[in-house]
């Protein structure tokens, strides 16, 4: 069964930086495509970013795009969420999930297999 491992979160000051991992088992990279999800307290999950390793494809929401970078180790079978220039905005609990089709989607409902979250807080 496809498993995925989130980790990497803490606690951070605004401007700082985090790195998250996504470790998946079972499954091939280059055959999904994986996306990050955030959800702060009282609001909906959303979309942060995905990638497609197959073809390099990237996705970022408006929110954190020329902050966060997402990057994949196919020989590591793991993805990345380099965080920089954190808001206390961006405080939310981190999911990684998994779609087993070569397409970006940045909505929660196309994705089949989700790891546990990662708490990432970040102060002012």
């Known amino acids: 069964e496809v498993q995925l491992q989130a980790s990497g979160g803490g606690l951070a000051q605004a401007g700082g930086s985090l790195r998250l991992s996504c470790a998946a088992s079972q499954l091939h990279l280059d055959d999904y495509a994986i996306g990050w999800f955030r959800q702060a307290p009282g609001k909906e999950r959303e979309g942060v970013s995905c990638?497609?390793?197959?073809?390099?494809?990237?996705y970022y929401a408006d929110s954190v795009k020329g902050r966060f970078t997402i990057s994949s180790d196919n020989a590591k079978n793991t993805v990345f969420l380099q965080m920089n220039s954190l808001k206390p905005e961006d405080t939310a609990v981190y999911y990684c999930?998994?779609?087993?089709?070569?397409?970006?989607?940045?909505?929660?409902?196309?994705?089949?297999?989700w790891g546990q979250g990662t708490l990432v807080t970040v102060s002012s």
């Open positions: 999930a998994a779609r087993l089709v070569n397409l970006l989607s940045s909505r929660d409902r196309d994705y089949r297999y």
């Open positions: 990638i497609d390793s197959s073809s390099g494809s990237k």
